[in-house]
């Protein structure tokens, strides 16, 4: 292959990944987006001018080898960017797939100044298929130190601080609350974004590392955090994620038909309410009117899985305009491809019913006010505004409060009034001795790639402690 | 893998089930329940645990087959396998020296409510269990109560065992002669709303374990929140046990019937959701 000059990698234009039809995906389970071709992937790492410096990996979390792996795409060398990769991430073919690139890695590429940044996520993806599809960049375990780690929660800050500390030769133990690991992987993003082979094969990577992954073990119910660190565990991180989920609070919420985004996606993630003959339903959509409120990708995914359980009609209700979702926007495309429709600026006010059915949802339009706190224009109703939506279902997706469980049984960590717990952000050392935390636990609900590159920093942090530990007691 | 160490029916539709579930059994305190999972396909189910053998390493449960998965579950023979069984799950009941407890069980509700009572009695309450059945082959539990120490009270709705009606009979009857501190019931929607209303205008403290449809069991999905004093509230964390008058009995009733349509396919189908 030879050479390109700077300029000419700069005319490449980015490649696109090919998507299915619309009309063909939007009644299946199927993934969305197909991946690069070979072609196309080996087009788009040339796209990449090998930055000196590379401001890319600054925006990557838990700082992968952007500028390195790359141009081994680019040269065919799959192998070595599936090992360099897999050193660096420990679950690729997820972030590949639902990280904010456009807000993290991409948003820094210094082609994205004066023209579209390098697809930097879709290579990712590339490189993490290829390598799963080829058995390539697998860890070795290496030498034991005789340390053991606790961690609890098997989402991705648990499963990333559990892969980082076992490549350090630490034996770890992860308990997971649910049937199944992967947290939001598992039970939120569903399988037509992120299909669960594919998260299967990432945590089987792990359990290969040696990894111990105890399902059905609810810390704090069970087991308390003191019983951990009393029963030989030299640390504890905590990665359970953000769960309570937050309701309207308007008269309604209690009808049949009302779901949170959480037990909604929870049965057809999870329970697979999707296949025929499931045996943890969700109510009857073939046909229905489904509203989901909010606007983040929970929302969107909700909406989204509406569609393909067969509703007739799926609208998203948002206060504030679609300018100010906090979806990933090509998400928002996709599912206003998939014919999900979208009203901004209205917010529900009662949902109705007769006989504990719902049947329609109350709502107010709303107008732009002041800016707040958020620096985003403060949604304001407009009186007598009000208007009547019939609706069969009604799924609330307006966020998540943390989960109470660790708070109420563990005295002495600390918690903010929100309820997230305090850890230092560059280490997730607590004040509690000998715990750390990261994710969605200490920052409230954010992203896959915050709660990973939290669960690496705690990583470091817990074996230099471990380390020093050792030293002290030598010397 | 759970495995199953005994299987034996105790009235007619309910079973027994020994199960070995070593963390449950070492964590577990009166109150709490697990939620079950009876294979790879299976949904996950919330049942009381009745008793635990922490030593042993093992935990009492009694189903009622009344759908699916807890047929499916009444069908696992001694030297099966269940998938999961996660717990202990939910706050444990409150357990004090009240005085005099009266503590309600209607149908299986009674497995729900012994190991509240029997720990009442062993914190130096006086216990009176009152437990109401079809008829006299579906009282359960009647041994166990006594063995505990617990004054016994059988109500039967034909009258073949102990006295003819509903538990409020002799509950009425056992607040009119005695004096009743608190009162703990657990059973149909129906029983517990009754027993509210008795014990209502005298204000004793009442509490009843709720029961709604639960998927997590943690806190996550918000399927089982109730009303409690206009309050949304989730069972499986702040439950499962509420005050009897502040709990809204008619949005629990309507909520656990949402999937009635499917289950009632799926059982006569023998299929989870034969509908679709
Ligand atoms: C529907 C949905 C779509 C999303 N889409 C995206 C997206 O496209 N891109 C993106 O970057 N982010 C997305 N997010 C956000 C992202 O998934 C989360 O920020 C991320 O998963 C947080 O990771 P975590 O490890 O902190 O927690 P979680 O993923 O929540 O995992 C926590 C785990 O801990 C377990 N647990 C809880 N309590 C206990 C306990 N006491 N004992 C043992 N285990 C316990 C839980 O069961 C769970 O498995 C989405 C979120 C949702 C809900
Ligand atoms: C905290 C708690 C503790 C419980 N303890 C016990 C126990 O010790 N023994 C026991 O036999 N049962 C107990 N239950 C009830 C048990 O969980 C349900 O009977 C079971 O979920 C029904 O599942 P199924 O698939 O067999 O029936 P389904 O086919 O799902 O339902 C059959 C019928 O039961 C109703 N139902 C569905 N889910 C529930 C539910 N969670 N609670 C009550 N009714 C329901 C349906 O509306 C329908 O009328 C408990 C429930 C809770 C929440
Ligand atoms: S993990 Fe996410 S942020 Fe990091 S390089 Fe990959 S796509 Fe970018
Ligand atoms: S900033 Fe863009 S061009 Fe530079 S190394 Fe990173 S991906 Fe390549
Ligand atoms: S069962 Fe999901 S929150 Fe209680």
Redesign the pocket.
Known sequence: MKELSTRERMQIPRQAMPVRDPAERRRDFEEVALGLTPELAEREAMRCILCKRPPCIEGCPVRVRIDQFIPLVASGDLAGAARMLAEDNALPAVCGR???QETQCEELCVLGRKGLPVAIGALERYVADWAREHGAGRQAPTAPTGHRIAV????????TCASDLARLGHEVTI????HE?????????PRF?LPRDIVGAEIRALTDLGVEIVTD?????AESIDDLLAGGYDAVFV?????LPRFLDVPGEDLVGVYS??EF?TRVNLMKAHQAGAATPVIDLDGARVAVFGGG??AV??ARTAVRLGAAEVAMLYRRTRAEMPA?AE?VEHALEEGVLLTEQVAPVELTGTDGRLEGVRLLRMEQGEPDESGRRRPVEIPGSEFDLPIDLAVVAIG?AP?P??RRTTADLEHTKWGTLVADPDTGETRKPGVWA????VTG???????MGA?RRAAQAIHRHLTAKNDLEAG | MFSVLDTRPVAPGVTRLEIAAPRVARFWKPGQFVIVRVDGEGERIPLTVVDADPAAGHITLIVQAVGYTTRRLSQVPTGGEIADVVGPLGRPSEIEAFGHVAVVGGGVGTAVAFPTARALQGAGNRVTVIVGARTAAHVILADEIRDAGCDLIVATEDGSAGVKGLVTGPLEELIEADIVDRVIAAGPIPMMRAVAETTRSGAIPTMVSLNPIMV?G?G?CGGCRVRVGGEMKFACVDGPDFDAHLVDFDGLARRNRTYLEFERAALEADMPMAAR
């Not at chain 1, 990665?239 to 769960?243: I, K, L, Q, W």
């Open positions: 639902v990280c904010p609890v929660g098997a989402g991705p800050a648990g499963l308990f997971e609350a649910l690991p992967g947290g939001v992987l598992a039970y939120g993003i974004r073990a609810v810390i704090g119910m990665g359970v994620g953000a769960g985004a959480n996606l990708n929970t995914d909700a990933r998400e998540n989960n469980i660790l990261g994710g969605d636990i609900g954010a992203t896959v790639i915050l709660a669960g | 997590d943690t996550m």
